[in-house]
């Protein structure tokens, strides 16, 4: 399950909403170890996108050096789809390579008549696409 404060939850989303109609995309970092997200770091879709996303490898680089510094790791990675439900599509899943990170996929299309967007989180773990809940905190 994904934890996740209110807060957070509403940056993600007004990140995604913002950059609509291109993809948005970012992290959350949280402490190493503690599966806990605490810092929101935006990040630029290099792609410029509404199909696809792609994170700019120097800025990329930078969070990691950064993160690193911090004892922090990604807790949370997270990316909007415009047009589609928020599931993880073939590529997402093809570039999943933290294991231990929530992916969390906001839709700003209503594909479901269940609202303007839809805020899900999954875990992709060698291929293996599991969906969880995700539980909002004050």
């Known amino acids: 399950m994904l934890t ?23 992290v959350v970092a949280g402490p190493a170890g503690a599966g806990r997200p ?8 290099a ?3 509404p199909t696809f996303y792609e994170f700019d490898s120097g800025d990329l680089l930078k969070l990691y050096r950064d993160m690193d510094d911090r004892d922090e790791e990604p ?6 789809h415009t047009a589609t439900e928020a599931y993880p599509s ?6 999943a390579n ?5 992916y969390v996929l906001v839709s700003t299309a209503d594909t479901d ?5 839809q805020f899900r989180s999954f875990r992709i773990v060698e291929g293996q696409v ?9």
């Open 90 to 95: 073939r590529t997402d899943i093809s570039y």
């Open 4 to 26: 996740i404060s209110q807060a957070l939850y509403d940056q993600i989303v007004a990140h995604a909403r913002a950059d609509h109609p291109d993809e948005a995309c970012g």
């Open 47 to 49: 792609a410029r996108s």
């Open 75 to 80: 807790v949370v990675i997270y990316h909007s």
């Open 38 to 45: 605490e810092r929101f770091v935006p990040m630029l879709n």
């Open 98 to 102: 933290e294991p231990g990170a929530h």
């Open 130 to 138: 599991t969906e969880e809940e995700v539980q909002v905190t004050a």
């Open 113 to 117: 008549d269940a609202g303007p967007f």
